[in-house]
């Protein structure tokens, strides 16, 4: 399966203009034959921790204009925004089809506590998958690769992709390979990281959207402009490994359950 990770950067504050740059991404991924494509954390918008502008419902602008260009364009979308939510909004990542329904919703559930998101945001609480050309895809944002339970669960449900739409500083562009290629690795699956680039009111980035194999080699990584990038994955490549390197019978989690409530 070919993917493509629009590595853009947000016209700030301006969700219908960052939606026209990314409908000539999703043109182009479309023509190489790509199956999905995804963009960055809040890409529409442009990542704030604190902001309540541009909040919307699955049924406002930047949802249904990603829905009308996956049917246009025969290709699947993952985009995430700013999900209107009681008593706070949810930062959440929605998997669009090709036929332009929604197939998988994903609020971020590790909040940014540092940037004071937890104080602007609610976290979710629930996991999201779907399929794609016969593989079992999931969501997580950006600071959830820090939390390795997350994508723990993602591979017991067994889960081959797991898709990060990230807004990564580049003050810590490096633990954003670090955790990729870990995350992937320890559960043997694939990690797509989707990271926006430039600089606005909240930080600077540096792109390096990048994808690992699930022994945690990058196959594919872009520069720190605006790029669109693309990996191939294969589920065959998973069950391989799984099959001659069998680390999910040496899981201990009831034990790991038992010792961690032991210590609390």
Not at 255 to 264: P, T
Request: hydrophobic share 40%.
């Amino acid at each position: 399966m070919k993917c493509g990770s629009s590595q853009i950067s947000s016209v700030w504050g301006h969700p219908e203009a960052t939606l026209v740059k990314a409908q000539s991404c999703i043109q182009a991924a479309s023509s190489t034959g790509a199956s999905i494509i995804c963009f960055p954390e809040q890409f529409a918008a442009g990542w704030n921790p604190v902001s309540t502008a541009n909040i919307e419902s699955l049924s406002g602008t930047t949802i249904t204009t990603l829905k009308t260009f996956a049917r246009e364009f025969s290709i699947a979308i993952i985009g995430s925004f700013r999900e209107h939510y009681l008593p706070f909004p949810r930062n959440t990542a929605v998997a669009i089809g090709a036929d332009g329904e929604i197939h998988a919703v994903y609020a971020k559930m590790h909040l940014f506590t540092p940037a004071h998101e937890d104080q602007a945001f609610t976290a979710g609480d629930g996991i999201a998958t779907f399929s794609l050309d016969g593989m079992k895809c999931g969501l997580a944002i950006c600071y959830d690769l820090r939390f390795p339970s997350l994508f723990r669960i993602y591979a017991k449900e067994g889960v081959h992709a797991v898709f990060v739409p990230s807004a990564w500083p580049a003050s810590r562009i490096y633990h954003w390979e670090l955790f990729i290629a870990a995350r992937a690795a320890e559960n043997q699956m694939y990690v797509l990281g989707c990271n926006t680039t430039g600089t606005n009111p909240v930080d600077q980035y540096c792109g390096a959207s990048m994808t690992a194999d699930p022994q945690g080699k990058i196959i594919a990584r872009a520069g720190d402009g605006e790029e669109l990038l693309y990996s191939d994955i294969d589920p065959v490549q998973i069950d391989t490994i799984r099959r001659d390197f069998p680390v999910e019978p040496d899981r201990k989690d009831a034990l790991y359950h038992s010792l961690l409530n032991r210590s609390g």
